[in-house]
T-cell receptor
Framework: DSGVTQTPKHLITATGQRVTLRCSPR?????VYWYQQSLDQGLQFLIQ???????AKGNILERFSAQQFPDLHSELNLSSLELGDSALYFC????????????FGPGTRLTVL | AQTVTQSQPEMSVQEAETVTLSCTYD???????LFWYKQPPSRQMILVIR??????QNATENRFSVNFQKAAKSFSLKISDSQLGDTAMYFC???????????FGTGTSLTVIP
């Protein structure tokens, strides 16, 4: 158990809908990262937050947005969902986002029908 | 921009044997950190080992060790005495001392054959 929690574990929805994925980092970790992993593919970095502020942005679509709250949990919002958005979405946390290793949550499997 | 390349999409090894997974990276920075993550069929991402670029000594964690060649920008993972539980996807990752983004390779799928 990495100490990072993600909810829900599974999510099935329809095209055009909007969903929210939630992540709670390890106690003491200030950085939260979001990744997308499509079937049999590597990890695509989406976005990073540090202590409530956006710090780095990767290949995140405009239909996607995220935020980190004062209690350091983070939410990833996916809207106008398409079939291609079906993937495993990981959240990871680290102490300060520089050289520390990331600890990954179990992921949320999103299926868009 | 940093890039991480894993040129071996799939590998297999006999149980109890040794296998080496390759990883190369490209960066203009001098201080950075390298990691190997394991993703078993459960899809959980697990840190296997990490290496600080300023350290010349190769990192070792039990049966896992790395061969870090800074000049060649190479960071290979050696698994000794392979076990069935080592069957997983292995990802190499890079993080600079100044950057905030982790860069992951495309992964190597390792199968340990009994």
């Amino acid at each position: 158990d990495s100490g990072v929690t993600q909810t829900p574990k599974h999510l099935i929805t329809a095209t055009g809908q909007r969903v929210t994925l939630r992540c709670s980092p390890r106690s003491g970790d200030l950085s939260v990262y979001w990744y997308q992993q499509s079937l049999d593919q590597g990890l695509q970095f989406l976005i990073q937050y540090y202590n409530g502020e956006e710090r780095a942005k990767g290949n995140i679509l405009e239909r996607f947005s995220a935020q980190q709250f004062p209690d350091l949990h983070s939410e990833l919002n996916l809207s106008s969902l398409e079939l291609g958005d079906s993937a495993l979405y990981f959240c990871a946390s680290s102490v300060n986002g520089a050289y520390n290793e990331q600890f990954f949550g179990p992921g949320t499997r999103l299926t868009v029908l | 921009a940093q890039t991480v390349t894993q040129s071996q999409p799939e590998m297999s090894v006999q149980e109890a044997e040794t296998v080496t997974l390759s990883c190369t990276y490209d960066t203009s920075e001098n201080n950075y950190y390298l990691f190997w993550y394991k993703q078993p069929p459960s899809r959980q991402m697990i840190l296997v080992i990490r290496q600080e670029a300023y350290k010349q000594q190769n990192a070792t964690e039990n049966r896992f060790s790395v061969n870090f060649q800074k000049a060649a920008k190479s960071f290979s993972l050696k698994i000794s005495d392979s076990q069935l539980g080592d069957t997983a996807m292995y990802f190499c990752a890079f993080n600079s001392n100044t950057g905030n983004q982790f860069y992951f390779g495309t992964g190597t799928s390792l199968t340990v054959i009994p």
